[in-house]
Every structure is written in C-alpha cells, then in structure tokens.
C-alpha cells in the first residue's frame, strides 16, 4: 500500500526543483517539430532516472515507461512540448529568451510536472503493479504531434490501457482541479479555399471574373451554415481568419485565399459543416463563372472523456488535494487539443489544473503575450498524476472497459 501522505510530501518537496526546471523551459521555448533542445532536456531529467526510455519518436517526442515490482496494466501520462510564435511581453525573470517564440500555452508546465510526476512515482516502484509511461509529445499547436506519436507507435509495447492528459489553466486558481465529464472539447480542423477567375482591366469588368466580389458572397454563405444549418443545440464554430488577394486597385483580382478552421462537438457536425462548405463554394463559383479548390486539413476530432477514467482522476484529485479543490466544468470549451486522438484510440481523460493567481499576474488566457503560470500548481499536478496512476494500477479496475 501506498499512503497518500507519502506522494503528497515527495510532491511538495520538489517545488523548486520543478520550479527551476519550468523556468529552464521557459526561457527556451521551441516551436512545433523543432522541440530539439526541450528534447535534450528532458531525456537529461529522464536518463538520471530508471525508466525504460524511447527517443526520437515524432522526431523530437519520447517515452520513458517505468516498469512496476509486477506485470499489470499500463497508464500513461502524456505531455506536449511545443511553444508558440509568440513575442513574451511579461518582464520576468524568466522571461523567453528566444525573440518571437514563448511558451504561452504552458507547455513548459505541462512538461514539468510529468517529470515531476516519473520522479515521485520512481520513488514508489517496488510498491507499484503494472507500468506508467510518460509520454512527450511535440508538435500539439500544430495538431499533428499526437497522430504522429501513434504512429510511431507510442500506445505499444508496453500497450497503454489508459492515459491521462492535462492542461495549466489561467481562469482557475492556482491547484483547482477542473473535471468534464463528456465532451470538453471541440474538433479543429483548418481549411482553405482558393478562388480562381479572370484577371482584366478594372475599367472592363465584363471580360473578366473578379475573385474578391465572389469570395465576398463565399463569406456570407458560410457564415450562413452555423446560423441556418446547424442545429443550434449543438455547438459550432466556422471562422475564417485570413484573405489575401489582389495586387493594385485598378486591377480585377484573379485569385483569392481564404483560410479558416471549423469547430465542433460532434464528429457528425463536423462532418456536415465541410459538406455545407464546399457546397456554397462550388455553387457560387458556378454561378459566377470562377472556380475554386476547398482543403480541410486532418485535425483533430472533439475530446470526449471516457466517464471511467474521468471519475478516476476526479476522485483522486478529491483525495489528494481535498474535496474543495476539484470542481466539475459544466460546458465544453470550442477550443481543440490533440489529446483527443489518444481517446480515440483507448480509453483516458483529460482534466485542468488552475495556475491563476491575481497576486502573481497569472490570469492571463492561454496565448496571451502576457501568459504566466503560478508555479505553485506544479506540485499540485504532480500529486493529481501520481495518485491517479496508483489508484488506476493499484486499486481502480475502471477504464478499461469504459470505451
Ligand atoms: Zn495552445
Ligand atoms: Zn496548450
């Protein structure tokens, strides 16, 4: 048996250790696919410890498993590494140190109480059955870090049964747990358009094809989907971010860029919407004597928590940090995270972990140039992570039959 004042005091004990290590990262940050350095790094942090360890998945991704004292399931626990092109305007000690990138998603967090988390439970290895595997992944920004670790086949050998994920959160204080049962996330995927027509002179529309009165007509009708085409009890999100066409004032522009993302709670919505799109695109383009080519990028699907794993992580954090410290999030956020293709996959969780502390400057949103966590959390995730895995191997039988 393991007490859970013994993962709690091994937690606390790390902070500035964890806390020294977050600032390490911080100060670097890489962006997606170029997580070479953080790479170094953590396999410095991770070699010194006696896990079995995988390098150079997804290039930059790893693995370490830490075999327990007998065969058993295997739970994992997975964080991203990737920061963001981002220019850090927070004057800190610690601030980015690369001009133009930041870590303003808190994947320095993230990663950090993982190895935080290896480290403790490293601690608990003769008394653990079954194995837990950190997983590192680049590239979640992109949404393309998670599909690739998949394919590089980091749910094998040893099989994952479940995985847990996580996420630093600005918008809850500093150690609160936030649990959604269900969907907590939106699919996200891009998408463009490209609008082709006949250049000419301004002075003679009639003998060309003007692609920016055609994509003002595509940005009505798509606007038109969510509003009129989607049932409104199920949410959705058609954005389009970007334009670009045209080169002088007195010239009928030929072709015309649009790029975008859809969001959605459902796989079916999402699937309707791309439907809807590419029908107002090849309708108008018909009718107004232009073509056109419509992309969706792969993406990622919604993230539906598995309620098995959910209810796991939800009575742990009550456990380890108090029944006060854990709330349940009552909507989905449309934002998307890649974490979803792991639950597509076997059965896991995601939950959130508060990092706002107006004290400390803290509350900014996830993005934000003037992103911050409270570092205080970092311990405080460990101990969520650590219990979890040693509820879910030592005692929990959930989750695997929970899909
Ligand atoms: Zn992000
Ligand atoms: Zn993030």
Known sequence: MIHRSEVQRKADALVQELTALRRELHKHPELSNHEGRTSAILRERLESMDLELRTG????????????????????????????PIQEKKQSPYRSEVPGVMHACGHDFHM?????????????????GGNVKFIFQPSEEKVSGAKRMIQADVLKNPDVSSIIGFHAFPLLPTGIVGIKYGVMMASA???????????????????????????????????????????PLHPAVVSIGMIRGGSAE????????????IRATSNPVRDLI?????KKVRGISDAMEGQYRFTVEEGSPPLDNHTEMTRLVETSAQEILGTDRVQRLSEPSMGGEDFSCY?????????????????????????????DVDEAALPEAVKVLCWSAIRYLNENDGGESAH
């Not at 790893?62 to 058993?72: E, I, S």
């Open 189 to 231: 995927n891009r998408f463009s358009i490209h609008l082709y027509g006949r250049p000419g002179h301004a002075a003679k529309p009639h003998l060309s094809v003007d692609t920016i009165s055609i994509a003002a007509m595509v940005i009505q009708a798509i606007h038109f989907i969510v509003s009129n085409r989607i049932d």
């Open 274 to 278: 791309v439907e809807k799109i590419e």
């Open 112 to 128: 950090t109480a993982v190895v935080g988390a290896a480290k403790v439970l490293s601690a608990f290895q003769d008394r653990i």
């Open 343 to 371: 639950i597509e996959k076997i059965p896991g969780t995601y939950f959130r972990i508060g990092t706002g502390n107006p004290a400390k400057d803290t509350c900014h949103y996830l993005h934000s140039n003037l992103f």
């Open 250 to 261: 007195n010239v009928v522009c030929d072709h015309v860029e649009l790029r975008g993302s």
């Open 57 to 84: 998945l997804a290039v930059t991704g790893m693995a370490g498993v830490l075999r327990g004292n007998a065969p058993g399931r295997t739970v994992a626990l997975r964080a991203d590494m990737d920061g963001l």
